[in-house]
């Protein structure tokens, strides 16, 4: 499969957010990625599953939502990892930016969070609902999306491991407030970060069946 891929700055509000973005022909949408607090688009594991969606036909943009310098802000106070105002504007800027760009303006947009990024991927898709084909969550705390949770109107995919019982627990409340919208799957004997044999591939096949799901939905209406 023929790819492009090239290294981007997604303008954000003032920030400029390095990025990798990757487009295979005839891409069916673009999977944002949106990392949790202490984590980058270097993420073994959400670079795991992106190769796994490029695969099936689906771009990827794994970008920083924080700049180096707030990054090591961040790790001496804490400041930035749970503002997830600043992260939801972020994501938003970032889907404004590949609405832009020629190999993803046509493209509807998969919002992916992991951790606190889930909550601020809940927030970008509760501010652009037309713009977003579905939200999926690995590990994530949509709880801390808030008030954003009802006014979500895409679908949410809610990826947690079985034996990550406190995540499991915040995202059944996390569902209950987005009612219909949102489906949970739970991996079976998987901790937080998905480590266990075969946790990660089974991930990546669910989130790439529901991809496939929500654009055959899309294409029906």
Do not use: K, Y
């Not at 003032?14 to 990392?35: C, I």
């Not at 969070?113 to 713009?131: D, F, K």
């Not at 009802?150 to 995202?171: T, Y």
């Not at 739970?186 to 946790?199: I, N």
């Amino acid at each position: 499969m023929t790819m492009m891929s090239e290294t981007v700055v997604v303008p954000a509000a003032g920030a400029a957010l390095p990025g990798d973005l990757v487009v295979p022909e005839s891409a069916r949408a673009v999977v944002l990625f949106a990392h949790g607090s202490g984590s980058s688009r270097h993420s073994p594991r959400n670079r795991a599953v992106a190769a796994a969606l490029r695969e099936a036909g689906l771009a990827t943009l794994l970008i920083d939502l924080l700049t180096e310098a707030e990054e090591r802000r961040d790790i001496v106070t804490g400041e930035h990892r749970f503002d997830i105002a600043l992260l939801g504007r972020r994501l938003v800027a970032a889907m404004e930016w590949l609405g832009t760009q020629p190999g993803t303006r046509d493209l509807p947009v998969v919002l992916f969070g992991a951790s606190t990024g889930a909550a601020a991927a809940l927030r970008a898709a509760a501010e652009r609902p037309a713009r977003v084909l579905t939200v999926v969550s690995r590990g994530g705390r949509p709880d801390l999306a808030g008030d954003a949770l009802p006014a979500v109107r895409a679908p949410v995919l809610l990826v947690v491991g079985g034996q990550d019982h406190e995540v499991l627990r915040l995202n059944e409340e996390a569902a209950r407030r987005l009612g219909s919208a949102a489906s949970l799957r739970v991996v079976p004997g998987a901790t937080h970060l998905f480590e266990e044999p075969g946790a990660l591939e089974q991930v990546a096949d669910t989130v790439r069946r529901w991809c496939e799901e929500c654009l055959r939905e899309a294409s029906a209406e």
